[in-house]
């Protein structure tokens, strides 16, 4: 970073410069920032489509007994990753430069996706082989989310980073939406290879684009930390870098932050079972085809969308706000199970996207500035397996039902399941139980 000049019209100038630069989007004034980011577009939009098209596949085509239990299989597959793999997340993140590790794990999976696509060519797709790929795909991914979340720091300032997060968790939504779009009606179109196919070519645009951006260094973001240390207090002496806490220690020493983890969990047990339900209600009880998978699919992920841009503007503290977004979203995930009309379905999921976007949002900023910076590498890959931990229980208990109760049934049971969970988040206390410990900013603060 330059040095601002002491000639007060210079000084001015800059300052004009900086909040004209701010009125621009974030993705377009900051160009590493940008490339990035529409990486992490391109890698979840391509695991989402791979699981929402292989899922229907499944369902509608590869499995005619037990459909709701091989459905519920693979996404179980696809969720292990995050949660067995987060103490080598953590220390790879830790140890490897940040844009190696991106790029390695898209380049990885571009390869196990290209290699699916050309085995389907070919004919006789066992079963498992798509189950190995879908397994593959979400390791890359688990390797890739916590690696970006923590590499923020590197690619803005400080007073971006909730505008940042804003657009990190927006990927999320923007993948849902593209990867839904695509998902089912790939498979109807084009089969697992064409399925296959696309995915690698998003994998691989995304490794170049990581490839393309300037991340700042440690050493950089040290030396602006000691500057801005400096310009406050010049006499003070260097601080110690803080050690390094074990994965377990970093929630033990951050009592408010570990009960949201713990509500979020239990809340992600009936959350993410939407991801199991909606085929099997999609052929049971709408009976339709790929493209009203495409249209339930798409309305999720375009509430969460909206909501991902609009969370910060929730009013409340962070545990208020997420308690009435859950509830609204129990109300929403259960009244599918009570009507059963395509347009009520599809407005229900919109509004309970919005809510689990506008929730990632407050929390996952609010946890960039109560987390050490030392932390992040450790905290997000624990984050990650803490909420990962209740998919593939989700995903094998609501499929496995899905063989025996109705998809109308199971819609009830989410709504009804949200409950406890929103009660226990509105509960909380303040991040004063964590005695007041923040991250500390880099480049200066707000």
């Not at 890698?43 to 596949?57: K, L, N």
């Not at 490839?211 to 040290?222: G, I, P």
């Not at 983890?261 to 199991?276: D, I, K, P």
């Not at 609010?366 to 229980?393: C, I, N, T, W």
């Amino acid at each position: 970073m330059t040095t601002p000049s002491v000639a007060a019209p210079e000084a001015e100038t800059g300052a004009e410069a900086s909040i004209a630069g701010r009125r621009a989007p974030l993705i377009l004034r900051n160009r590493a920032f940008g490339a990035v980011w529409l990486g992490q577009v391109l890698t979840q939009a391509a695991v989402r489509m791979f699981q929402v098209g292989v899922s229907w596949w499944i369902v509608a085509y590869a499995v005619h007994d037990a459909r709701g239990l091989a459905s519920g299989l693979f996404m179980a597959v696809c969720t292990l990753p995050a949660v067995a793999l987060a103490p080598v997340v953590a220390r790879a993140v830790a140890r490897f430069a940040h844009r190696s590790v991106l790029c390695s794990a898209a380049g990885l999976a571009g390869g196990a996706a290209a290699a699916l696509a050309l085995w389907a060519y070919g004919g006789g797709l066992p079963l498992a082989t798509v189950y190995a790929a879908g397994l593959a795909l979400a390791t890359c991914q688990a390797f890739f989310d916590p690696c970006l979340t923590t590499s923020v720091p590197e690619l803005v300032d400080d007073a971006d980073i909730e505008t940042a997060t804003g657009f990190e968790l927006s990927t999320q939504s923007l993948a849902g939406l593209g990867g839904a779009l695509l998902g089912a009606l790939a498979v109807d179109r084009a089969g697992v290879a064409g399925l296959a196919a696309g995915c690698a070519a998003a994998y691989l645009g995304a490794a170049l684009l990581v490839a393309s951006a300037r991340f700042r260094t440690a050493s950089s973001l040290s030396a602006a930390a000691a500057t801005a240390t400096a310009s406050t207090a010049p006499d003070a002496p260097p601080a110690a870098a803080p050690p390094r806490r074990t994965l377990r220690r970093i929630l033990g020493e951050l009592p408010y932050v570990r009960r949201i983890l713990v509500c979020f969990a239990v809340a992600n047990l009936f959350t993410t079972a939407v991801f199991v339900v909606i085929p099997l209600y999609t052929r049971s009880v709408l009976q339709g085809g790929g493209g009203t998978v495409a249209l339930l699919e798409a309305s999720l992920g375009t509430g969460a969308l909206v909501g991902a841009f609009t969370g910060a503007r929730v009013p409340g503290r962070p545990t208020v706000a997420g308690a009435y977004c859950l509830g609204l979203m129990a109300l929403a995930l259960a009244l599918p199970g009570l009507i059963a009309q395509r347009p009520v379905v599809a407005g229900s999921l919109a509004v309970a996207g919005w809510c689990a976007g506008a929730v990632s949002v407050r929390f996952v900023a609010l946890f960039q500035r109560l987390v050490p910076a030392a932390d992040k590498p450790g905290f997000f890959a624990v984050m990650q397996a803490v909420l990962g931990a209740s998919l593939p229980v989700a995903s094998l208990v609501f499929g496995t039902a899905g063989d025996v109760l109705s998809p109308q049934t199971l819609c009830l049971v989410q709504g009804i399941g949200l409950v406890p969970a929103a009660c226990a988040l509105a509960l909380l206390g303040s991040p004063a139980a964590d005695g007041g410990r923040r991250a500390q900013p880099v480049g200066g603060g707000r």
